[in-house]
Every structure is written in structure tokens, then in C-alpha cells.
């Protein structure tokens, strides 16, 4: 999964994807880059954006009920 992250979004300029951290259902993917940061795959938007700087920022995220519903 992650040498495919690589592949097909590398573009958007990350470091080296280390971990896929969360899937859904929708083909969204949540992973860690090599500097730590924690990106975000949304096929249905076509994007790939980085949705927290840090793991402190990524356990709030999991935290915000907008998110929780957007991504259920």
C-alpha cells in the first residue's frame, strides 16, 4: 500500500509514506509520512492534503465530531 501511495500521489509532495494508519470504506486513507506528518487520500475528491502536523494533532483529530462524521 504505501510504495502505491507513493506512486500514484508522491506529486503532491510528501516525504516518504512509513504508515497507512487509517482506511474507511470509501477508499480514504490516512497515513504518516517520514517527517511525521499525517496525510489524508479522498479518492471521491481527487486530493491528498495533510490533515495533522504531529501525533498529538492526530489523536485530536480523531477527537472533532466533524471529522468523525465526514469520515464515517
Known sequence: ML???KEAWGWIGFSDPEEV???NEFG???F???EKR????CPEELS???VAG???E???LWEKEDFLRDWQ
Open 3 to 5: 510504495k502505491l501511495i
Open 21 to 23: 494508519m487509517a482506511q
Open 28 to 30: 480514504n486513507v490516512i
Open 32 to 34: 504518516r509520512d517520514s
Open 38 to 41: 499525517f496525510w489524508r487520500i
Open 48 to 50: 491528498c492534503e495533510t
Open 54 to 56: 504531529s501525533q498529538l
Open 58 to 60: 492526530y489523536a485530536q
